[in-house]
């Protein structure tokens, strides 16, 4: 769970959220679109994180994030969430038709 929204605290002003948007090419922004961003930002920082943890209990590391991991996550593919589920295929034997 988010504490820092929860006590007013975030990661960045809402006004900071806006000028993402704005130096991105929009013109006018509404709250609802800054308010959606900054829900998208924290889903995405808590996946990022939640990766790198994966990377560094990998890596023997259990209370140690390090750089190497944040960008082992870069590399992966954390921009498709779905991707980041287990392939139920490559669990199951092969469905090759036999004639």
């Known amino acids: 769970m988010n504490y820092g929204v929860l006590l007013g605290e975030r990661a960045y002003s809402l006004y ?3 000028q993402f948007i704005r130096e991105a090419g929009a013109e006018r922004v509404t709250e609802d679109a800054v308010l959606d961003l900054e829900h998208e930002l924290e ?3 808590e996946l990022i994180a939640s990766r790198a943890i994966r ?8 209370k ?3 750089k190497q991991d944040i960008l ?3 590399r992966s593919s954390y921009r498709n ?6 392939n139920p295929s490559s669990t ?3 469905s090759r038709s036999v004639r």
Not at 81 to 86: C, D, H, I, K, T
């Open 72 to 74: 082992l996550t870069r």
């Open 81 to 86: 969430p779905a991707s980041l589920r287990p």
């Open 16 to 18: 900071d959220i806006e």
């Open 92 to 94: 199951k034997a092969s």
């Open 55 to 62: 990377y560094a209990e990998h890596a023997g590391r259990r």
């Open 43 to 45: 889903k995405l920082t």
């Open 64 to 66: 140690l994030i390090k």
